[in-house]
């Protein structure tokens, strides 16, 4: 399929959803037309708040990985929906690589791999999590070798999560909230609210004690389909970092570490890596990445996260901790409990056209990029 010579006025406002349905529908139909091989992975544990499938479906152009004759040499995989709510900016980028042809862009011997909401649940509830609050890029490591400590969390997961959302509770944990972020900055409060904490199942960042059924998904996904492949490049689709619209490509990868050099010869040198300290991100544990750790002996991976803007960083976390409460003590379907799904949504998806027009500018130009590295 190619991009026709000019754009439709309606790219790429069109390719964006109001919620995860939509969005799902989008993606299939999208998908069909440029002749992708579609499946579907039922997420058995949650439904939909309608009552409707919670599903990831992932599409696929071009051949399977592997050394057989004819096997895929390279794979370039998306994933969209990691948490949940930021799914709307993936779901429309993957929509538009299918309707412009990013299959066409990649050298003959590559695979395009789409994976569709692979935390359904957060994107249908607008939720950052995953049906048992877990945080999938945290969720990611070996469960069996212990979890990383964030004593820095446990100081002060209690404000974060008052029993109470108004009244001198509420106003006791803000208060102290606020001299947290007077006495150590902003961003040692983002680093130990997002790093990723195992103890607190009911707090925010929590990476779960074992693998998610997202997490597992993803292994069999990345199995399926990247298996046997020479190279991989993986774009994992999130936002709430960053100035409005703008995005950061974070490679979370150590410092020195060789795909992060890669990633910064394939993006250019703007890629961050919150290990060099340079990146919007903290430091985080568990994250997609090392859902690649089992073919990474065979294969070349180069992982990153497009991370998009949005709001403030207050605004964001605090969008996060409203939405915590209400799933905890709250009713979404009270006055009060739609006024924060508005809130988180809103703190994690651009909704007008300019906004969506400055992702995809990013978007379009990775998407090259990658294919341009998987060809080196
Ligand atoms: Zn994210």
Redesign the pocket.
């Known amino acids: 399929m190619n991009p026709p010579e000019s754009w439709p006025e309606s790219w790429p406002e069109s390719w964006f959803a109001a919620d995860y349905a939509e969005a799902r529908a989008k993606f299939r139909a999208a998908a069909e037309r440029a002749g992708a091989v579609l499946e579907t992975h039922l997420n058995p544990n949650a439904r939909q708040p309608d009552g409707g499938d919670l599903t990831t479906d992932v599409a696929r152009l071009g051949p399977a990985p592997g050394p057989a004759a004819g096997g895929a040499a390279g794979v370039l995989i998306a994933s969209s929906g990691?948490?949940g709510v930021?799914g709307f900016c993936g779901s429309g980028c993957q929509v538009g690589m299918l309707e412009t042809g990013a299959f066409d862009l990649l050298p003959a011997d590559c695979a395009l791999v789409l994976v569709h909401a692979i935390n359904p649940y957060g994107f249908a509830w607008l939720r950052?999590v995953t049906e048992h609050n877990i945080d999938l890029?945290r969720n990611n490591l070996d469960h069996g070798a212990g979890h990383p400590a964030n004593e820095k969390y446990a100081e002060i997961h209690a404000w974060l999560t008052p029993r109470d959302w108004t009244g001198p509770g509420r106003e006791r944990a803000d208060a102290a909230i606020a001299a947290y972020i007077r006495e150590h900055g902003m961003f040692a409060f983002q680093e130990a609210v997002s790093g990723g904490q195992y103890d607190f199942p009911d707090g925010l960042f929590f990476g779960g004690r074992a693998l998610s059924w997202s997490a597992q998904t993803w292994r069999e996904i990345v199995d399926a389909h990247c298996r046997g492949a020479r190279r991989v490049a993986h774009l994992?689709f999130?936002?709430?970092?960053g100035g409005h619209g703008a995005c950061e490509i974070i490679s979370v990868e150590g410092a020195g570490g060789a795909g992060a050099d890669r990633a910064r010869r394939w993006y250019g040198e703007a890629v961050k890596s919150p290990e060099r300290n340079d990146s919007l991100s903290a430091v985080v544990t568990g994250s997609m990445e090392n859902g690649f750790d089992g073919i990474a002996q065979d294969t070349e991976v180069t992982s990153v996260?497009l991370?998009y803007g949005t709001q403030s960083l207050p605004e964001v976390l605090e969008a996060l901790r409203a939405d915590n409460w209400l799933h905890l003590y709250g009713d979404p379907e009270s006055d009060a409990g739609r006024a924060i799904k508005r809130q988180i949504r809103d703190a994690?998806y651009g909704d007008t056209p300019e906004w969506k027009a400055m992702i995809w500018e990013t978007a379009d130009r990775v998407v090259r990029q990658a294919a341009a590295g998987l060809a080196g």
């Open positions: 990691t948490h930021e950052r890029n994992d999130h936002t709430g970092l996260a991370e994690f």
